[in-house]
């Protein structure tokens, strides 16, 4: 999720305006929330633009299926970092994605959308299919 336009962002757009269901992972919001903040606090972002990038979050989140936390996933994420170089937030970004798949099926994997190389390159090995990508 961004808040901030990079030269992707025409790209999300498009992606995003499909008519196509979307999820993210429970803990998305809690990682703009924290950029957010740490923009603020730098000084980079002042009251009134922190108040709006909240407010576009709470936007956007709401248009997502927000996929929880669970035994699965941990599993998931657990596995994922024995066979990637995945951060932990990155390992459970990309297990409530593989949590996704119907009864487990790898054939039946979601399309995949991240700004991270090294999380892209993982999707990817996993079975994902990349969207839109680094």
């Not at 923009?39 to 989140?61: E, F």
Request: net charge positive; charged share 25%; proline share 4%.
């Amino acid at each position: 999720m961004v808040v901030r336009q990079p030269p992707f962002s025409d790209s999300c757009r498009g992606a995003f305006r499909q008519d196509v269901s979307r999820a993210i992972a429970f803990l998305a919001r809690i990682e703009c929330r924290s950029a957010i903040e740490r923009l603020a606090r730098q000084g980079t972002l002042n009251a009134s633009a922190r108040r709006r990038s909240l407010t576009k979050i709470d936007k956007l989140v709401a248009a997502f299926d927000i996929v929880a936390f669970s035994p699965e996933v941990e599993a998931h994420a657990l596995a994922l970092l024995g066979r990637h170089s995945l951060r932990s937030l990155d390992a459970l970004h990309l297990g409530c994605a593989r949590r996704l798949a119907p009864q487990g099926d790898t054939d039946a994997l979601p399309e995949f959308v991240c700004c991270d190389r090294r999380l892209a390159e993982a999707a990817v090995a996993e079975g994902f299919a990349l969207v839109i990508g680094p």
